[in-house]
């Protein structure tokens, strides 16, 4: 049987990012595009890294005592007009549902941007008592916005998948001291499986949420130069609560309105990963959310095929207890094909076994994020592997930490600030006055905004802009 041709990405990353990033995401079978504009197709791939992500996010909100729930795709126009600020935030970007067949319908149906309204026309009567709270509930779906003419895969489509968590507290202490909680486990998401390294920060008042009293992000930077927001906390404080009627008797027997969050981590961060890890050769994927974690190939005659297919998967047998293991036992295809098409899909360690290896009591293995191939024995290899995967997890999240760091400037003019923009990209730390004026004349002047206000950084004593006290330093940067 004749080989198909191995697949190739013809953009360099470094020179057409964006050509490179469709390749990759394309040719690594991550997604594919759909008939409707902006939506995508999840491929086995993309959408067995996102269920890894799922399940360790998971774990975690139930360790912090989070239930999940599901509530309804579509909500009425009546709920969804009940916050102001909330339905002005959206209103640009809601599908509606307006036909059931060939009748029109009583009221128009909002397809899901975002669960708040429907969700809390329910809490407002579940609640009752202090007793009744807090409650903590979660919900995995999918949302629809319609609004933007240029989507890119994962990082800005139509519709993702996410999660959306909502919880209630009786005080806004308790409101407040769950922001920590709940970045912390998104921190650990971004880092620890995605190998992603972020900025913590608060958001501007015209960059938060629609409805919130304070947006908190994680804003991770693209290898273009453009940051990129991650997953978000929203202190919704009592804005939807008094919208809706969500009330409560306090312990003193008074009625008081309830205190209420919003957060959420989306498919995009598979984008984010594919575009910071992934190289010239494809898909780039650290070990912790790689459906196959080592891939086994036999490199095999006519002669030696059935022993080599035999010690092939005895090792399968041992690495599978330590690792998502998948043996390529594929005859149809060269092994210098399977090379090819594991690169590019990006499984991190590459296990080769041939006569030789067998004689010698040893596998060839090859890194997948520094290219490397060495030999490691039979006796002990599961712990190799182990370590192996341990040390190229590191690898790329150091990698791209050192490329964060590297890319965050200061400026202490506004000409200085419109030249790094310009020039080099990055993010840039600024100090702001705190008034939106200010603001706009940043985005005005640079074509770039403020992303977040870091909750550690440099002081400055100036407003870039206006030159008055600095109450703020803020992350300026192009974005997506």
Not at 369 to 376: I, L, Q
Not at 458 to 469: A, D, K
């Amino acid at each position: 049987m004749e080989e198909s041709r191995p697949k190739e990405i013809r953009a360099k990353k470094s020179e057409n990012f964006d050509e490179w990033y469709t390749q990759v995401i394309l040719k690594s079978e991550l997604m594919d595009y759909s008939p409707v504009s902006g939506c995508m197709v999840f491929r086995p791939l993309a959408y067995a890294i996102w269920e890894i992500i799922q399940k360790a996010a998971d774990e975690m909100f139930k360790a912090a005592g989070i239930q999940n729930v599901y509530f309804p795709l579509l909500i009425p126009e009546r709920l969804l007009k009940k916050e102001q600020e909330h339905v002005k935030g959206f209103a640009p970007e809601v599908a509606w549902v307006t036909e059931a067949g060939n009748s029109k319908l009583d009221e128009r149906l909002a397809i899901r941007p975002t669960s708040e309204t429907i969700m809390y026309d329910s809490f407002s009567k579940w609640i009752r008592s202090w007793r009744d709270l807090p409650l903590k509930f979660n919900q995995w779906n999918s949302v629809i916005r319609w609004e933007f003419r240029h989507p890119t895969p994962f990082l800005r489509s139509r519709e993702f998948l996410w999660n959306e968590g909502h919880t209630v507290y009786a005080t806004r202490e308790e409101a407040e001291a769950e922001r920590d909680v709940i970045l912390g486990i998104y921190s650990r998401i971004t880092e620890e499986y995605l190998a992603l390294p972020g900025i913590v920060g608060k958001k501007t008042d015209k960059e938060k949420f629609a409805g919130a009293i304070a947006t908190y992000s994680i804003e991770h930077l693209l290898p273009d130069g453009k940051a990129i927001q991650g997953p978000d906390f929203h202190l919704d404080g009592q804005n939807f609560s008094k919208a809706f009627e969500i009330t409560f008797l306090n312990k003193d027997g008074k009625r008081d309105y309830a205190w209420q969050n919003t957060w959420a981590i989306t498919t995009r961060e598979i984008g984010v990963m594919v575009a910071t890890h992934s190289d010239d050769r494809g898909l780039v994927l650290p070990p912790m959310v790689a459906p196959i974690q080592v891939v086994i190939i036999p490199i095999v005659d006519e002669r030696s095929k059935d022993k080599v297919l035999a010690v092939a998967k005895e090792v399968r047998s041992k690495i599978a207890k330590v690792a998502r293991v998948h043996l390529d036992d594929r005859d149809y295809y060269t092994a210098g094909w399977k090379f090819n098409e594991w690169e590019m899909k990006g499984v991190p360690l590459r296990m080769e076994i041939g006569p030789r290896d067998i004689k010698a009591s040893q596998v060839t293995l090859a890194r997948r994020d520094t290219m490397e191939r060495f030999t490691a024995g039979m006796l002990g290899l599961e712990q190799t592997v182990v370590d192996v995967l341990e040390s190229i997890q590191n690898n790329l999240f150091e990698t791209a930490k050192k490329f964060l760091k590297e890319n965050i400037r200061n400026a202490k003019s506004l000409q200085e600030l419109k030249e790094m923009i310009s020039k080099k990209g990055g993010i840039v730390q600024v100090g702001w006055c705190g008034m939106q004026s200010c603001e706009d004349k940043i985005k005005e002047e640079t074509g770039a905004k403020i992303t977040n206000l870091p909750l550690e950084a440099e002081r400055f004593e100036r407003c870039i802009v206006c030159g008055m006290q600095a109450r703020e330093t803020a992350n300026v940067a192009r974005s997506y």
